[in-house]
T-cell receptor
């Protein structure tokens, strides 16, 4: 199993550009989520999904869109990049959000810089 | 709103010193508690978790944590640290009132171990 994979590893954008961060998992996990990590802030939840076709907002959803058309993939879209979105983005998945005690597995992260 | 506090931003220890990292959460109901570690340049890995039962939880690499419900705490301990323990440590909570699998993270504690 590859686990949770994310692409790209690094990305530089100009203000106003859009892009999609890719996340895929091959563990047949129903629950997937996106976090951003900023120095001194820990990880903050952006969006999450409890299954294909179901998504919801987390703590910091503004400026981001998600969709979940398959169990395996959970892309994160930046609609119009802003410098405040400079961060490291982590995707995570777990067996099922219905059982809240399941361990979340994290991807390697995408480091995004917005100029 | 639920929150997680980690008391120390940066801890510096010499090898063989004992470690205790504090974590407190604010939620009165049932919680699931986690400690994650992030080694430099890597993604988050689960160190240990508490769901129920024995409040003293043992994890990987000699780490343990104690859940003290009356103090809303879940402190991480290791009797003798090694240089390879240099990393950032995150406490996380999933509360039964939270959105299914979502985790609330503390801001992290950076541990530097001097050889």
């Amino acid at each position: 199993n590859a686990g949770v994979t994310q692409t790209p590893k690094f990305q530089v954008l100009k203000t106003g550009q859009s892009m999609t961060l890719q996340c895929a998992q091959d563990m047949n996990h129903e629950y997937m989520s996106w976090y951003r990590q900023d120095p001194g802030m820990g990880l903050r939840l952006i969006h999450y999904s409890v299954g294909a076709g179901i998504t919801d907002q987390g703590e910091v959803p503004n400026g981001y869109n998600v969709s979940r058309s398959t169990t395996e993939d959970f892309p994160l879209r930046l609609l119009s990049a802003a410098p405040s979105q400079t961060s490291v983005y982590f995707c995570a998945s777990s067996y099922s959000g219905l059982y809240t005690y399941n361990e979340q597995f994290f991807g390697p992260g995408t480091r995004l810089t917005v100029l | 709103a639920q929150s997680v506090s980690q008391h120390n931003h940066h801890v510096i220890l010499s090898e063989a010193a004992s470690l205790e990292l504090g974590c407190n959460y604010s939620y009165g109901g049932t919680v699931n508690l986690f400690w994650y570690v992030q080694y430099p340049g890597q993604h988050l890995q689960l160190l240990l978790k508490y769901f129920s039962g024995d409040p003293l939880v043992k994890g990987i690499k000699g780490f343990e944590a104690e859940f003290i419900k009356s103090k809303f705490s879940f402190n991480l301990r290791k009797p003798s640290v090694q240089w390879s323990d240099t990393a950032e440590y995150f406490c996380a909570v999933n509360a039964d009132g939270g959105s299914q699998g979502n985790l609330i993270f503390g801001k992290g504690t950076k541990l530097s171990v001097k050889p």
